[in-house]
């Protein structure tokens, strides 16, 4: 059993068409296969590995889920996200947009890049995210933010010696 993220289009809705529903469980037979061929409902543990298929804009959901049964898991090396398929999942409920601020304040190192490279946030949303980098010496994080999220060209250049500006 695994408590993590699921993410949806706006609505619930499924890659596939499928309306999902708070508080209901699905199950599914056959071999569970996790993968973009697979089968059974894909999950992830870290919500920023959702948001690989989900959030190139503002308008997602993301659920706080519980798989269960059969599961396969699958890391893919070259995108570095992780993702399960369980026989069985159960959606808890729909995170806010809020807590899904909250989350990506609190990530570092790589986490924090996957969140904020695949995270589509508002100019609020990103002056929280500058004062939080600020207030917690994460100047370098700033970069990606400049990078992701405001679209600035030439952010990462290097300096002579080889290391990043």
């Known amino acids: 059993m695994l408590v993590g993220y699921k993410s949806f289009n706006k609505g619930l809705i499924n890659n ?7 508080g209901k469980v699905y199950s599914t037979t056959g071999p569970i296969i996790a993968g973009n061929n697979g089968n059974g409902f894909h999950m992830c543990e870290n919500m920023e590995d959702t948001f690989r298929y989900f959030c190139e804009e503002e308008c997602f959901d993301v659920c706080l889920a519980r798989g269960s049964g059969l599961f396969d898991y699958k890391y ?3 995108y570095d996200y992780e993702k399960y398929a369980f026989q069985t999942i159960e959606i808890l409920r729909v995170l806010t947009r809020e807590e899904i ?3 990506g304040l609190n990530l570092t ?3 924090f890049k996957k969140y904020i490279s695949t995270t589509k946030l508002n100019g609020d949303e990103i002056e929280r995210f500058e004062k939080k980098l600020m207030e917690t010496n994460r100047e370098f994080d700033l970069q990606y933010l400049d990078y992701y999220q405001k679209v600035k060209e030439n952010v990462f250049v290097k300096k002579k010696g080889g290391n990043y500006e």
């Not at 596939?16 to 708070?22: H, M, R, S």
Request: hydrophobic letters at 25%; zero cysteines.
């Open 16 to 22: 596939y068409g499928k309306v999902f529903e708070v």
């Open 76 to 78: 893919d090396e070259y």
């Open 109 to 111: 190192n790589n986490r």
């Open 101 to 103: 601020i909250k989350y």
